[in-house]
């Protein structure tokens, strides 16, 4: 178990003042890292959660004092603003210098410190666009139902293809996870080439079984525009077979064939703010025209997140990029 974990002692001594409390014997460790997700040059407020945290507590990467970790490799952010909540939990403000890649975070107490319980827990990246029209079909970690079959246009996306029941043959892009804590918007590109057919394409739960969806596949995603003939007045999720849910989006879009669209995430600590607009097909960050705008309220608590898309019977739309962050 976690607590019988903790009870141990890392790169450090144990004490053996009688003054010191129970928590300041015991080494700190790092369970989860929330919002360490930053982009170059960028800064967040991080949690970090665990256990025996002190309120004199230090934190750092570790290469202060790692004379093996090369100079040109190292995080050159900084780490300010330490606030101690509870010996469970920790606030720091984290700003990414210029090096993009995932740098660990070390919480230390005293001369005893976490260890590699927070190895690379700082993730520095910029976010992209997943052309779906050009990325290998193996880079994008693709895992859908027996009977989907994927397929791509180089001018539109991938389209697919559902030889079983409407609802249960989904695809999940599992090289793409990232955590429900970090609060990292989500956007998704896609265009239709007639308005025909249905689909459903938005997040899942990274522990979704898209070969055994139950008798209620359509509610087994965080949450999913569904799209019927060319229109969209409905999102469907919950994350759960046993907690349906669906939710209209204040009014019916639609979308012409040949034209871009962008159906958007923006996450926030209390509120999920959705969009839909019509995007420029060579510049996906640039709106062309605003379509709908809602807030989320789905109660799916997944904890790690991907993009997700259940195929349906609409051969006529195309998934032609996504971004995370």
């Given at each position: 178990?976690?607590?019988?974990r ?8 144990q ?7 129970a928590?300041?014997r015991?080494?700190?460790f ?17 949690q970090?959660?665990g ?12 290469e202060e ?9 190292r ?19 984290v700003?990414a210098?210029?090096k993009e ?5 070390v919480?230390?107490n005293?001369e005893?410190?976490s260890g ?6 700082i ?8 052309d779906?029209?050009?990325t290998?079909?193996?880079d ?6 027996p009977?989907?079959?994927i397929n791509?246009?180089?001018?539109k996306?991938?389209?697919?293809i ?5 609802f249960?043959?989904?695809v ?8 429900r ?12 080439s ?6 459903l394409?938005?997040?899942g ?12 596949p359509?509610?087994?995603?965080e949450?999913?525009?569904?799209i019927?003939?060319g229109t ?11 907690r349906r ?5 204040g009014?019916t879009?639609?979308?012409?064939v040949?034209?871009?669209y962008?159906l958007?995430?923006?996450f ?12 420029d097909?060579?510049?996906?960050d ?6 709908r ?13 991907l ?8 051969q006529?739309l195309?998934?032609?990029a996504?971004?995370?962050?």
């Amino acid at each position: 178990m976690r607590a019988i974990r903790t009870q141990r002692f890392v790169r450090g001594t144990q004490s053996n003042k009688g003054s010191k409390g129970a928590s300041e014997r015991l080494a700190p460790f790092i369970s989860e890292v929330c919002g360490a997700r930053i982009p170059v040059n960028g800064g967040k407020i991080i949690q970090i959660k665990g256990f025996h945290f002190t309120p004199n507590v230090i934190i750092d990467t570790g290469e202060e004092t790692d004379s093996s970790v090369f100079r040109d490799t190292r995080f050159d952010g900084r780490i300010r603003r330490i606030k101690f909540i509870s010996p469970t939990l920790l606030e720091a403000s984290v700003f990414a210098g210029s090096k993009e890649g995932r740098f660990n975070l070390v919480v230390r107490n005293g001369e005893l410190n976490s260890g590699d319980t927070g190895n690379e827990a700082i993730i520095v990246m910029n976010p992209v666009w997943v052309d779906l029209r050009t990325t290998s079909v193996i880079d994008l970690g693709i895992q859908s139902s027996p009977g989907v079959i994927i397929n791509r246009n180089l001018e539109k996306g991938l389209w697919g293809i559902n030889r079983g029941n409407e609802f249960e043959g989904v695809v999940k892009f599992r090289a793409f996870p990232w955590k429900r804590c970090d609060d990292l918007s989500f956007s998704i590109v896609f265009t239709v080439s007639e308005p025909e057919g249905i689909s459903l394409f938005g997040i899942g739960g990274f522990d979704i079984d898209v070969a055994n969806l139950g008798s209620v596949p359509l509610f087994e995603a965080e949450s999913h525009l569904f799209i019927v003939n060319g229109t969209a007045n409905q999102i469907y999720g919950g994350g759960s077979r046993y907690r349906r849910w669906t939710q209209d989006i204040g009014g019916t879009a639609s979308f012409e064939v040949g034209k871009f669209y962008k159906l958007n995430y923006n996450f926030s600590a209390t509120r999920t703010l959705m969009t839909i607009s019509e995007v420029d097909p060579l510049n996906f960050d640039r709106s062309v025209l605003f379509l709908r705008q809602w807030f989320l309220d789905s109660p799916s608590d997944s904890e790690l997140l991907l993009p997700y898309w259940t195929v349906g019977s609409n051969q006529n739309l195309f998934l032609t990029a996504f971004k995370i962050g």
